[in-house]
């Protein structure tokens, strides 16, 4: 522990270096491997155990639990149990035309049905069982991802290293910064400023003010929002705070005595949620990131109500999601009401039949053969509904989505929250930061005023007098974040690596271009050897650092936004080094002639300054910054070069052909943030597009109140373009107004990027939120949707093209879909009045129901995306899912198979020359006829769906066929089945064997479909209006408060159908009640007892902290007034004399640190206070 230096006088400093050097440093942590092994075995690792993931027997029994199956299951036990009845001999005549014992053994195989059927629900179950399996081991291997991609600073061995969360072992240094979530314990042994968020422990949304002899114990869970500091590790794993709350909460016995526990639990500490799941986050276990509400008290006591309706705007299902429930309730309903009817007709048919018509008896030992005909009727009947209900919906889903998410990981989009990729498809509008997104976040100083000169380029440095180059050279060192380097390539002729914040590189790069070097000033003013350090943060937009000298006196260096430092500057170093004396006038001219045209340029511009406090004098008040950072002595300003993107503006031009209208909203300058969007294309010369600033923003936005007009907002969004020095409020208000607004026929649906910590509440308050997977903090990644991992625009465009294949994909699997729910529905039930018998066999219907949903799900919500899904506008929340179009496809191929099927049924034995099977008694031998009518049916399904591919009208339906693999092997896969089941079926598929010249003309039959599907794509559209378009998405109104609110569990029989296809992967969707099963398995497996199976709340529901939560009022977030700070950004460093070697310590990777002290009493419920994004730095 050497590296404390002297601690004299800090006697709580020297407990805590006492602590670390008896309890776990000794001697300093070197990163030897034997030496950390060791630790590990001791202390434990930094990982929590992730509960067992269901297994597959459990899956099994989930999928049971259907309840079409339940039927299913009764009716066949039922059908089999009395097939082996037998009824005494001779009363045989009496009982009706039952066809027992004609052949003989005939009548033994009447058990075969039954078995089929259970037969083929045993396959259902384990497909279903199976997809979500397979869905889980996806989800959790994405999740190991995130978490592995998740490191953390530490130094080792004198060397700051980043090391993934799960190696950090007690005694590590770690490097707090602002942004992040702490992954262990530990005591704070530095710093500077530090304030924390702990209110996923406690509740309280003050921020805490960490020091070292206050309060120097840092919690694993918590958020650092200000500042930076060091911090030795004390605990990790399963016995830190985080740890210990888990396994409190996954000890509990049996699932209710959890459930009970927690109820007391929750309402003692609220830690629990976010805790346990902070600690999940850090344990590699697969589903813990998406899992993690950051919610403090989410939970279904009573008094939690009222905060999830205050939360409702994120309660609505995704747009898909609705349409889809309210379209398969509706088709539900439908079916159970034809499934109904033709039971009654049925057993009323039989029953007028044989008691009235034949005026029969009722025999008391013929009872089980009635039983026996009045269960094949309600077989019959269940597999009406069983055709009817489509079920293969919430598969398709899911299958979609899956696919996607795994394709889109390959386009640098990292999907936390599944229904997130498919609204992203609706996307009417994205805001997006500048820094790192639109540019290429690699900044270089090009232009500079120093000594009354304007440089174009970087000047030489004997032309700069020795004076000047001095303060400037250690006013750069000194005062920035000691955490921000060059490094030399990693590769033979590369760049020099930038670590740290981006802008403060800038600053170094240019004194490396003057030939000095800044390390030489570091060694010789250690980091402990500041006197006193102002961070930055985006209220001050700038930041400054004390040395003190030898003789007593003290300099101040400042740096930060040029306008803002300049209007501290009160003398100016002249040609010949001199300082004299800056008037207001000077400033104008230095604004007109300078800042101006460089910002017109894009260039950020950064004013240096220094400020000197003689040593005779008393020494000055430091925490009274107004006093300290004036009457300053202006070095040089500097203009700093981020260069647009190559590849952004064809991006964005894609985005507006798409109907996406894309705006940057920035902490920088105005002038450079206008030259940047012409450069991208986001404005055009000549246009009517409106840039504003942050302050001139919020005073079209407020009345004389200064609260927030909707009406006002949306006189300004339509043509607002760019918003420039915005705060991460400004930013909140912006989308919130957007959002709300009832302008536009269509409500917008909006894309945010962000960032920083502050970034948070937008992120949130977007449709869709897209966190920067490498400039990003913590808090920003987890309060998104979908990360970028290479923090570029493009990838933004990739996930538009994604969202839209997906909605195009359930589109096409519903135009199949509902085709055969339409003709086998019909089919079924005319057949069954007309023969009392359903042309199609229980078994039958059930395969015809694994291929037309569980294989054609696959196949057709596997197609790859296309470019032209760019070239069309956004559909809306309000478009129907059904399309004029798909319903004209639907009804029309929909006429040709029925026509087909019933002249088959009516006509086919005259037309092939066989027996009819029409009207056989009961346990007849499978016909002919029936099992041509069930191949040509088969075969009509398999080639629609090569129709179904395309939704739009188009004619070329085998267009890329090939490209999507997976379609072409269901395809074919189906057909060999197919090609088994009738030669080979025989009595338990009810089918015969049919000849060559059979099988030629059901193909035949079959590819007729392709043909009729010419001539009904040549009808256009526009003629039939008499087309109903069916599954709009459900309006706001419809939906019950109560609903909304919380789940409710009762839901209709047909939605409870939905549930077969379980979508593991849609966490955000509270309420599919449909498909929640595995959900909720899967959900209570990884956290028994975090939340009430009811209370399945979105994981998009970021902190409940009253801090993060945001709901309509807007006070709640403290208003910043101009903020921009992204660059100098950043470095916190001691506020208080350090005592101790003050590293700072800003983000190695991120780069970000601002800080802001605030107010606690204004802001105590605001979000944010901190941090802000790195765009918005200076």
Known sequence: ????????????????????????CQPRLSGNPVDIERREAVFGKNFIPPKKPKTFLQLVWEALQDVTLIILEIAAIVSLGLSFYQPPEGDNALCGDVSVGEEEGEGETGWIEGAAILLSVVCVVLVTAFNDWSKEKQFRGLQSRIEQEQKFTVIRGGQVIQIPVADITVGDIAQVKYGDLLPADGILIQGNDLKI??????????????????DPLLLSGTHVMEGSGRMVVTAVGINSQTGIIFTLLGAGGEEEEKKDEKKKEKKNKKQDGAIENRNKAKAQDGAAMEMQPLKSEEGGDGDEKDKKKANLPKKEKSVLQGKLTKLAVQIGKAGLLMSAITVIILVLYFVIDTFWVQKRPWLAECTPIYIQYFVKFFIIGVTVLVVAVPEGLPLAVTISLAYSVKKMMKDNNLVRHLDACETMGNATAICSDKTGTLTMNRMTVVQAYINEKHYKKIPDPEAIPPNILSYLVTGISVNCAYTSKILPPEKEGGLPRHVGNKTECALLGFLLDLKRDYQDVRNEIPEEALYKVYTFNSVRKSM?????????????????????????????????????????RDRDDIVKTVIEPMASEGLRTICLAFR????GEPEPEWDNENDIVTGLTCIAVVGIEDPVRPEVPDAIKKCQRAGITVRMVTGDNINTARAIATKCGILHPGEDFLCLEGKDFNRRIRNEKGEIEQERIDKIWPKLRVLARSSPTDKHTLVKGIIDSTVSEQRQVVAVTGDGTNDGPALKKADVGFAMGIAGTDVAKEASDIILTDDNFTSIVKAVMWGRNVYDSISKFLQFQLTVNVVAVIVAFTGACITQDSPLKAVQMLWVNLIMDTL????????????????????????????RTMMKNIL????????????LLFAGEKFFDIDSGRNAPLHAPPSEHYTIVFNTFVLMQLFNEINARKIHGERNVFEGIFNNAIFCTIVLGTFVVQIIIVQFGGKPFSCSELSIEQWLWSIFLGMGTLLWGQLISTIPTSRLKFLKEAGHGTQKEEIPEEELAEDVEEIDHAERELRRGQILWFRGLNRIQTQIRVVNAFRSSLYEGLEKPESRSSIHNFMTHPEFRIEDSEPHIPLIDDTDAEDDAP?????????????????????????IEMNKSATSSSPGSPLHSLETSL
């Open 1 to 24: 522990m050497r590296v404390f230096g002297d601690t004299s006088g800090h006697s709580h400093f020297r407990h805590s270096t006492r602590i670390c050097m008896v309890v776990i």
């Open 197 to 214: 968020d702990e209110s996923s422990l406690t509740g309280e949304s003050d921020h805490v003010k960490k020091s070292l002899d206050k």
């Open 544 to 584: 400054s650092t004390v040395l003190k000298n030898s003789d007593g006196s003290y300099r101040i260096f400042s740096k930060g936004a040029s306008e803002i430092i300049l209007k501290k500057c009160f003398k100016i170093l002249s040609a010949n080094g001199e300082a004299k004396v800056f008037r207001p």
């Open 612 to 615: 000197d406090f003689p040593a």
């Open 856 to 883: 054609a799900s696959l196949a057709l919500a596997t197609e790859p995306p296309t470019e032209s899904l760019l070239l069309r506008k956004p559909y809306g929340r309000n478009k129907p899912l059904i399309s």
């Open 892 to 903: 029309g191929h929909a006429f040709y198979q029925l026509v087909v099927v019933f002249t």
């Open 1131 to 1155: 470095t916190k460093r001691n506020s208080s004399p350090p005592p101790s070697p003050n590293k700072n310590n800003n983000a190695v990777d991120s780069g970000i640190y601002l800080t």
